[in-house]
């Protein structure tokens, strides 16, 4: 069973516009991750952020989380075509040694 | 330092029949956690190995099992094949602690069962 939703299911925005995507999730967890897959390839791991964390950056990626609303946001600044992709949050537990994944947003930036 | 590496990329199946796919973990990593994508979904957790012993299951049926070896590569067998296993069947190896610091995934096999 997946663990959360990801919305929107797509997404479609100009090169250079910024793109958000959010992730629910719906049990406890220790830490979520933003992973990236082109064309239904291998996962690539992008960013993780623990429970005890608010926001994190990194490059032009911005992740925040809620762990009151169980629910985390990924923002990806100045968007370029390469970022065309499917996003997946995914989430980690002590004692659960699985990665629990969303249902995933596909991104489309247009040139 | 090599990433994951999985083996075939692609396979055809026929219902009923078994396949093995192969895992090859990064360099320095001890765990392999395997995982399967139908289409269109997100990554389902099938099971992880740890030191050559199962460390952790999903909601999968017997006839999925796996083995680790002492160079920490891995196998994924499917027996019985039914037409829903077809899918994106995904590697991801990391150490011990690896879920609280990301995996690192291969590129996959996709198979198709027909």
């Known amino acids: 069973s997946q663990q959360g939703e990801e919305d929107p299911q797509a997404l479609s925005i100009q090169e250079g516009e910024n793109a958000t995507m959010n992730c629910s999730y719906k049990t406890s967890i220790n830490n979520l991750q933003w992973y990236r897959q082109n064309s239904g390839r291998g996962l690539v791991h992008l960013i993780l952020i623990r429970s005890n964390e608010r926001e994190k950056h990194s490059g032009r990626l911005r992740v925040t989380l809620d762990t009151s609303k169980k629910s985390s946001s990924l923002l990806i600044t100045a968007s370029r075509a390469a970022d065309t992709a499917s996003y997946f949050c995914?989430?980690?537990?002590?004692?659960?040694?699985?990665?629990?994944f969303g249902t995933g947003t596909r991104l489309t930036i247009i040139p | 330092e090599t990433g994951v590496t999985q083996s075939p990329t692609h396979l055809i199946k026929t219902r009923g029949q078994q396949v093995t796919l192969r895992c090859s973990s990064q360099s320095g990593h001890n765990t392999v956690s395997w995982y399967q994508q139908a289409l269109g979904q997100g990554p389902q957790f099938i099971f992880q190995y740890y030191r050559e012993e199962e460390n952790g299951r999903g909601n999968f049926p017997p006839r999925f099992s796996g083995l680790q070896f002492p160079n920490y590569s891995s196998e994924l067998n499917v027996n019985a094949l039914e037409l829903d296993d077809s899918a994106l069947y995904l590697c991801?190896?990391?150490?011990?602690?690896?879920?609280?610091?990301?995996?690192?995934f291969g590129s996959g096999t996709r198979l198709t069962v027909v």
């Open positions: 991801a190896s990391s150490n011990p602690t690896g879920f609280d610091y990301g995996y690192t």
């Open positions: 995914a989430t980690g537990s002590f004692g659960n040694e699985k990665l629990t």
